[in-house]
């Protein structure tokens, strides 16, 4: 059973930045198991998921065409959990933004993070 749960979405005014935090349970796949691709996508209203970033076990790291270097997917393999750090923020990027443990193909999501960007 996948369980992830988000933490530290919130509200930023333009620039700032903030950090989130997916923790998984313990029945999650670790982020070094095979298969496993953990990541975080975003969703604004009446726009499509779209993916964020993306942190292969091999270390490989993917972003969105928009993050150009203003945010940062990390993990904890000990405690199974993975991080987004955001800087530079934009209004633009206010959306629900979502955990995913994606095993073998299939996406696992958590509840999602409300994040906004405003003054």
């Known amino acids: 059973q996948v369980q992830l749960v988000e933490f530290g979405g919130g509200l930023v005014q333009p620039g700032g930045s903030l950090r989130l935090t997916c923790d998984a349970s313990?029945?999650?796949?670790?982020?070094?198991?095979?298969?496993?691709?953990r990541g975080w996508y975003r969703q604004a209203p009446g726009k499509e998921r779209e993916l964020v970033a993306e942190?292969?076990?091999?270390?490989?790291?993917t972003y969105g065409d928009f993050v150009k270097g203003r945010f940062t997917i990390s993990g904890d393999v000990a405690k199974n959990e993975i991080y987004l750090q955001m800087y530079g923020l934009k209004p633009e990027d206010t959306a629900v933004y979502y955990c995913?443990?994606?095993?073998?193909?299939?996406?696992?999501w958590g509840q999602g993070t409300q994040v906004t960007v405003s003054s």
């Open positions: 313990v029945s999650t796949a670790g982020i070094n198991s095979p298969g496993n691709i």
């Open positions: 995913d443990s994606k095993i073998w193909g299939v996406h696992n």
């Open positions: 942190l292969r076990r091999d270390g490989q790291k």
